[in-house]
DNA sequence: GCACGCATGTAATTGGTTACATGATTGC
DNA sequence: GCAATCATGTAACCAATTACATGCGTGC
């Protein structure tokens, strides 16, 4: 349930609008905890009905301002120091490198070597963003910093391993391919290899079908 | 939509039913892609309407054994290959590192030391499994082998940065209170600091949008 | 007066989690 | 006979995404 303290995160740092917080949503957390103005709306009606938010200021357009109460600043306290964070899942790139096998090792590595300009493509913009920053000396910067160096530093892991991986791949194909021309002195049957899945043997049939 | 395919990766490794593939899930995928009991249920009577698996084999108790199609074997290698991997996002614990300002710095730190804790485990974990496992030559392997080194270099990377942002907060921590020391020769006011927002002032109430 | 930006919301759908319900087989 | 494991499924709920609907205010 962590939309609701994002949201309340924010709220405490200035008083804004939903308006005003998607603007911050897309600006700052996008990579972190991404929403949609649906979400927004929705999550501060449900912060009001709660106590957390309140209306502080009605404005042109039915612009209607918010402010955490003192009750929010409790829970997003409690939440921050008291609740285990649940850590990163789900990350589709590396859901593929499990299956990679099912693809050759030329376009297993292309993929990995793509991943690669990913992270290399992030890292550029997380030193942008540090640049054009002023970190100025104030508490408030000492966190974005941090937060950022994260970026930097993840998406600078991220490219080695990618990079490293496409090597990996390099070698066992090397290994493979004099495995086979070995194996070619006993029984040389048809030379070339075709595309496909290259771990053939343990479960019988395959893509046959019934 | 990636459930889908970790089933039919998971399928195209060898027929399973889904009580395999749940035991799967959690034996290889928890970290990647966790997946529920209902989910897997649901997603095998999907892709079977969608021709992507079917039904091979029937067992003891109910059981039925699921083998991918062809169709689904193109359907799998065409989102390896084809669909751009979106990467990671939400990211629980980072997401509190921007809000950290509104806790004390001691608080702050215990909570980055706690991270550094649980990198550290997970980096643990990692090598484990890494001695643990068969590293044999098959190309099978090469890929479940990158996957490991992905979570080793994170786990050890996320860890190093925790404690080198626990470090940043004790040297602004330093910074702030000899600011401090260096104001009260002026205008010594209310010495204690509470708890609570330290970063008040600077932005005023609008912050520019895109 | 018209385009653009501000501003709020609802509805429909999908994806994911938790909990419940049921029953067959195996090994002791 | 009983417990553990195998095995399948449904229902209710929550979180997130996409699309739609509406209207005011400002500046040109």
């Known amino acids: 349930m962590s939309l609701r303290h994002a949201v309340l995160g924010l709220l405490s740092e200035a008083p804004a609008s939903g308006y005003d917080l998607m603007k ?3 600006a700052t957390l996008s990579m972190v905890w991404p929403a949609t103005q649906s979400q927004v709306y929705g999550e501060l009606g449900k912060l009001t009905t709660a106590g957390m938010v309140e209306v502080t200021a009605h404005g042109p357009r039915g612009r209607k301002e918010y402010a955490i109460t003192d009750e929010g600043l409790t829970e997003l306290r409690h939440w921050l120091t008291k609740v285990e964070p649940s850590g990163p899942q789900r990350d589709d790139g590396l ?3 499990f299956f990679l096998g099912i693809v050759t090792p ?3 590595q292309t993929f990995l070597l793509h991943q690669a300009e990913l992270a290399a493509r992030t890292r550029a913009m997380c030193e942008q963003v540090d640049e054009n920053a002023q970190w ?3 508490m408030i ?3 974005g910093r941090i937060a950022l160096e994260y970026g930097l530093r993840m998406s600078a892991a991220q490219e080695e391993w990618a990079r490293w991986a ?3 791949v390099t070698t066992a194909k090397a290994r493979r391919a004099s495995e086979l021309a070995h194996a070619q002195h006993e029984g040389p049957g048809q030379g070339h ?3 496909g899945k290259d771990a ?4 019988g049939d395959e893509t046959g079908g019934t």
Chains 1, 2 share one sequence.
């Open 95 to 97: 859901l593929r490198v």
């Open 136 to 138: 100025d000396d104030e």
């Open 166 to 168: 496409a090597e990996q």
């Open 106 to 108: 030329l376009e297993a």
């Open 24 to 26: 911050l949503f897309n």
């Open 200 to 203: 053939e043997g343990p479960q």
């Open 193 to 195: 290899e075709t595309q």
């Open 141 to 143: 910067s000492v966190y």
